[in-house]
C-alpha cells in the first residue's frame, strides 16, 4: 500500500470520524432530556406510591391497634404488626437490590459501537 493510499484513507477516516462528532453531540442531548424527563417520571410516581402506600399501611395499623386495644390480643397485635412492617421492609430490601439498574444513553453506545466496528472494517 503507498503512502498516498494510506494518507487519503486516514483523512477519509479523520472526516467520518468529525461527521459522526456532531452527530454524537446532538444524539447525546435528545438522549439526555429523555432519560431526564424518564427519570423524572418514573421518580415522581414512586414517591406518590410510597407516600399512598405507607399512610395506607399506616392507618389500617392504627385501625388494627384500635380494635385490639381493651382485648387481651393488644400486645400480640402490636408485636404482629411490628414483625409484619419489618418483613416488608426486609422483602422491598431484597427487591430493589435484585432489580438492574436502568440503562441510560444506549442508543448513542450502539451507535457508537456501529462507527467503531466501521472504523475498523475501514482500516483493514
Known amino acids: ?14 472526516r467520518f470520524c468529525v461527521e459522526r462528532a456532531t452527530d454524537y453531540g446532538e444524539l447525546l442531548g435528545v438522549e439526555l432530556e429523555e432519560t431526564r424527563k424518564r427519570l423524572v417520571r418514573e421518580l415522581s410516581a414512586f414517591v406518590a ?20 386495644w381493651g382485648t387481651r390480643y393488644f400486645i400480640p397485635v402490636v408485636w404482629g404488626i411490628a414483625a409484619m412492617w419489618l418483613v416488608v421492609f426486609v422483602v422491598s430490601l431484597l427487591i430493589v437490590r435484585a432489580q438492574k ?17 466501521t472504523l475498523k472494517e475501514a482500516l483493514k
Open 101 to 117: 439498574p436502568g440503562r441510560s444513553l444506549h442508543i448513542l453506545q450502539k451507535e457508537i459501537r456501529d462507527d467503531l466496528d
Open 1 to 14: 500500500m503507498s503512502m498516498r493510499s494510506k494518507v487519503t484513507k486516514w483523512r477519509n477516516v479523520g
Open 49 to 68: 406510591l410510597a407516600v399512598a402506600g405507607l399512610f395506607t399501611l399506616s392507618f389500617v395499623c392504627i385501625a388494627i391497634i384500635a380494635t385490639a
